[in-house]
Structures are given as structure tokens and as C-alpha cells.
């Protein structure tokens, strides 16, 4: 009887190679997919801003998510220790607020906590950060 070299490596193939490489994309896919989920961010924003702020719910660094932010409470998200300057500030975001601050959170906000970060002079990167910030807020 002749021994299939060929047959035997298709066989082990398929029994150790080729379902965790199926598994593997899947994983991957499953990742790309998540990405890809919700709004591609501008990039000043993620120039300007993502270093400190995620976009996801609940998922707080640096900064606070900024997820929903349009039409929040200044300081009020819960899980995130905000400045009591924040807290006190008595604003609600909104396009205007929101130019303003990003513009020169000092101006806005006396005291807050955002630092180190210079502003952005320009007014159309300003609106492109700001149109983002609605996408993610469901506005
Ligand atoms: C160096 C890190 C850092 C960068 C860069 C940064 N932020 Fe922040 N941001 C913070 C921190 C920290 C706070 C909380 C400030 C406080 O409590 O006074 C904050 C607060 C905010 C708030 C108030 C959120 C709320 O729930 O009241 C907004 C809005 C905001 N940032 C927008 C931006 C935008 C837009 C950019 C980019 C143009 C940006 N931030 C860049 C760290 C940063």
C-alpha cells in the first residue's frame, strides 16, 4: 500500500491549520467591523482631540467621552472627576458654547481642567469638529 504524504498533509491541514485561520479572520473581521462602527472621526478632530477624549459611551481617558456631549451638562458625566470649574459652569453644549471653547477653553471655562491644549484659531476646522461632535450625539 502506498503511503498519500500528499492526503495525510491535506488531512492535518485541515484539521490544525485551516479552522483557527478561519477563527483568526473571523476575529479580525469581527474587529474591523467594530471600527467601523458610528461616525469616521474629521481628522482635526483626531489631531485635536483624540489623544485625551474617546468617542465611545462611557469610555473615559484623559478627558471625558465625548460621545453624546452635544446637549450635555457641562461636568456632569458620571465616572469622570471633572474640575469643579466644569461642574460650576452652568453651560449646556451647543454649537456656540462648543465653538467657544474650542476656540479657548480659558474664555469659556475659567480654571478648567483641560490642559495642555493651545486652541484652534481656525473656524472651519472649529465647525468640522464641532459637526462631528453632533454626529456622535445623535444630532
Ligand atoms: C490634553 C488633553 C485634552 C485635549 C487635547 C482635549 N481635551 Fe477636552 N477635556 C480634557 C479634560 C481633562 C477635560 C475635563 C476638563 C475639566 O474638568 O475642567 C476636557 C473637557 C472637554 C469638554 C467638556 C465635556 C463635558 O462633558 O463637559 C469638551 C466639550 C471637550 N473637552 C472638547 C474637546 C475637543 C473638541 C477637543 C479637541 C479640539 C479637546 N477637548 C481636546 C482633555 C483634553
New binding site residues.
Partial sequence: MEFNTQGAMTHFAFLYIVPPALALLAMIAAARAEEKEGPEPSM??NN??????SMKEGDNR?????HG?VG??????AG????P???N?G?V?DEAT?DK??AD?DQV?N???????GG?DDADQ?KE??AF?KSISGK
Avoid at 484623559?62 to 465625548?66: A, C, K, Y
Avoid at 450635555?72 to 458625566?77: D, I, Q, W, Y
Avoid at 480654571?111 to 491644549?117: D, H, Q
Fill in positions: 482635526v478632530y485635536a482631540c483624540r489623544t485625551c477624549h484623559q478627558g471625558p467621552s465625548l456631549v450635555r451638562k457641562a461636568g456632569s458625566l469622570f472627576q471633572f474640575s470649574s466644569m461642574q459652569s453651560i453644549w462648543l471653547f474650542i477653553p471655562v480654571g478648567n481642567g483641560m490642559k495642555p491644549y484652534i472649529r469638529i464641532i461632535l
